[in-house]
């Protein structure tokens, strides 16, 4: 239940920054958005949360997960056949993905990774 719980905050904090980025500076639909979100959420968990932040500290795990997140959201235009997100909207929705993904990681620290009290 901690791992749903900490999942779906990611997601809403995810789908929240790539809606105010990516909608104001692309033409993308707000399910576009939605999906990238996903994508971001599920390989940003498990590869940066779950392996990375658990091995490191909270200032790697984010590197990590915000140039994930930047290689995901560039890496659609190529997925779906488009031209719609620049780099550097990509890196704008990075840098703010990876700020938020500061605090979360101290969320996840205290609330997933109980073996740590």
Request: proline fraction near 0%.
């Amino acid at each position: 239940m901690r791992h749903i719980t900490a999942l779906l905050i990611k997601f809403a904090m995810i789908a929240i920054a790539l809606e105010v980025v990516l909608g104001m500076l692309t033409t993308l639909y707000f399910t576009d958005i939605l999906y990238i979100a996903a994508s971001v959420t599920i390989l940003a968990y498990i590869i940066g949360d779950l392996f990375i932040l658990r091995a490191t500290n909270n200032t790697v795990a984010t590197i990590a997960d915000a140039g994930l997140a930047l290689l995901i959201i560039y890496a659609f235009n190529y997925i779906w056949n488009i031209d719609r997100i620049d780099f550097s909207d990509a890196s704008i929705s990075a840098v703010v993905i990876g700020f938020g993904e500061c605090f979360f990681h101290k969320y996840v620290a205290n609330n997933v990774f109980l073996e740590r009290h």
